[in-house]
């Protein structure tokens, strides 16, 4: 099969070809597996941080991806959940142990044997991938292949990070970055929280106009203060300086949720800026995402097919895996990037 490869390391600055054209061996499906010929495979921040070795896979080399809808071509001799044919998508949770006590009370996301899709096994960025069968989900028909791929994660995180914020109808929410994520984050407020009102922080001009034409009632550069003190933020940046900034918007006992699976080191320093009682006090929160539970992907899906969203897409093509991320890194990002492969 035809695959994009990481064959070691390296800054997206220096060497923007990180991934190389590979033919590989097909994947055989063991007894609980099932094999899928991959159509789509969403493009995802999370792939920048495992080549640039922020979140780095534990073995070279490797297929990324883990936002996979494709159909399934052969099945394991004990996997019987689905059928030959059937369209089915994977996210990032690939693995987990099942027995441990995070698994156990519903926390699999923090279980220490999370096996991530395309970091810790081979992902979609190729023509076939295989997965066990419990770790696949069928896709709402109102979805073409590419839309439903970025609602694996971009979506199915932007779910749960909501959930975290803890909002409630009626607070004002703030989303800081305007990537993947948000846009669908945007989407579920207007459903679920009418009265909600949104306020958006983000380095670009074109992320804060896309932002006003998707509801969003207010934007601004990181640095601005919101005109108004914010219940929740959602912080999706890879920078430290719009978690400081922000936090000087929230409202007393207002919460914080960074959703980012590492931050850079470029402006770390900036956390020196971070005062006590204008930051901190008067008792906010912080609090971290980290993977996400089948739950959250299975919820997350028929949610947005109840609600008729449709994420905005730019298509290319799996040879082009490498244009498409440098694009995701140097922020030319209007909805979401996805490989096509045939
Ligand atoms: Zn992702
Ligand atoms: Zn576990």
């Not at 142990?97 to 519903?106: D, M, S, V």
Request: hydrophobic residues 40%.
């Amino acid at each position: 099969m035809k695959a994009m490869v990481l064959n070691e390391l390296c800054g997206l600055e220096e060497n923007q070809a990180p991934l190389e054209l590979t033919e590989l061996p097909d994947p055989i499906p063991s007894a609980n597996e099932i094999l899928i010929r991959v159509s789509a495979c969403g493009v995802c921040h999370t792939e920048l941080d495992e080549i640039e070795g922020r979140t780095h896979p534990p073995r070279l080399p490797i297929v990324l991806g883990h936002q996979v809808v494709g159909r399934i071509e052969a099945t394991g001799s004990e996997a019987n959940t689905f059928r030959i044919g059937d369209r089915v998508g994977i996210a990032w949770i690939f693995s987990v142990c099942g027995t441990c006590k995070f698994c156990l009370a519903g926390n699999e996301n923090l279980c220490p044997d999370f096996k991530a899709a395309g970091r810790d096994a081979n992902g979609g960025y190729a023509q076939y991938m295989k997965v066990a069968e419990g770790f696949a989900y069928h896709i709402p028909h109102f979805f073409n292949d590419s839309e439903a791929a970025p609602l694996l994660c971009a979506g199915a995180i932007g779910y749960r990070s909501l959930r975290l914020s803890g909002l409630k109808d009626g607070q004002n929410l703030c989303l800081t970055g305007f990537g993947a994520s948000c846009h669908l984050v945007l989407k579920m407020v207007k459903h679920q929280y009418p009265n909600t009102k949104v306020f958006v922080f983000a380095r670009s001009v074109k992320e804060r106009e896309f932002s006003g034409k998707l509801g969003a009632v207010w934007s601004g550069d990181i640095e601005e203060d919101s005109p108004e003190k914010l219940d929740c933020i959602i912080d999706t940046t890879p920078a430290w300086l719009s978690v400081i900034e922000s936090l000087k918007n929230l409202e007393p006992g207002g919460r914080l949720v960074i959703n980012a699976i590492g931050k850079e080191e470029a402006d770390k320093e900036s956390l020196l800026g971070l005062d006590y009682p204008v930051h901190l006090w008067l008792e906010k929160e912080i609090k971290s995402v980290a993977n996400i539970c089948r739950k959250d992907v299975s919820e997350f899906l028929a949610l947005a097919a109840e609600m008729r969203i449709k994420p905005e897409i730019q298509e290319f093509a799996l040879e082009d895996a490498n244009e498409a991320l440098v694009e995701l890194k140097t922020r030319r990002i209007r909805g979401a990037k996805v490989l096509k492969i045939d």
